[in-house]
C-alpha cells in the first residue's frame, strides 16, 4: 500500500506555472503507474497526464498536451506534474494517483490509491 499527499497548489494568473508534487510513503514508489487527475467545480474527474514506473513513459490528456509535464523521482518518492501557460479552464483540484496494473493510462478504476488532492486557481 501506499500514501499519496500531493502539495504545490495555489492561485495563479492565467499564463503563469505551478509546480505539483506527490509525495509517497509505503511501499516502493517504482512499483506504481503514477497518474495525475483533475476535477473542476461540478464536473466528473478526469485524466490528465500518466508516467510508467520508471519515467521513461508518459501520457496526456489532449487538453493539456505541450503545457503540462509529468515526471518522477523514484529515489525521492515522489511525482510531479509541472504546468506552464495555465488557462483558467485548468482551475480544479488535482490528484494524483497510482496503480499497480495500470491498462489504460487515462482509466480511473486502474488506479488503486489516490492522494486528497490540491487546489488549483486560475484567474482570468
Known amino acids: ?26 511501499r516502493t514508489l517504482s512499483t506504481y503507474t503514477m497518474g495525475w487527475f483533475r476535477q473542476a467545480p461540478g464536473k466528473e474527474r478526469e485524466f490528465v497526464a500518466a508516467v510508467s514506473q520508471t519515467g521513461h513513459s508518459t501520457f496526456y490528456a489532449d487538453s493539456v498536451k505541450v503545457r503540462f509535464t509529468v515526471s518522477r523521482d523514484n529515489a ?34 486502474d488506479y488503486d490509491y489516490w492522494g486528497q488532492g490540491t487546489r488549483v486557481t486560475v484567474s482570468s
Do not use: F, H
Open 1 to 26: 500500500q501506499v500514501q499519496l499527499v500531493e502539495s504545490g497548489g495555489g492561485l495563479v494568473q492565467a499564463g503563469g506555472s505551478l509546480r505539483l508534487s506527490c509525495a509517497t510513503s509505503g
Open 76 to 109: 525521492k518518492n515522489t511525482v510531479y506534474l509541472q504546468m506552464n501557460s495555465l488557462k483558467p479552464e485548468d482551475t480544479a483540484v488535482y490528484y494524483c494517483a497510482g496503480g499497480v496494473v495500470v491498462n489504460r493510462w487515462s482509466r480511473i478504476d
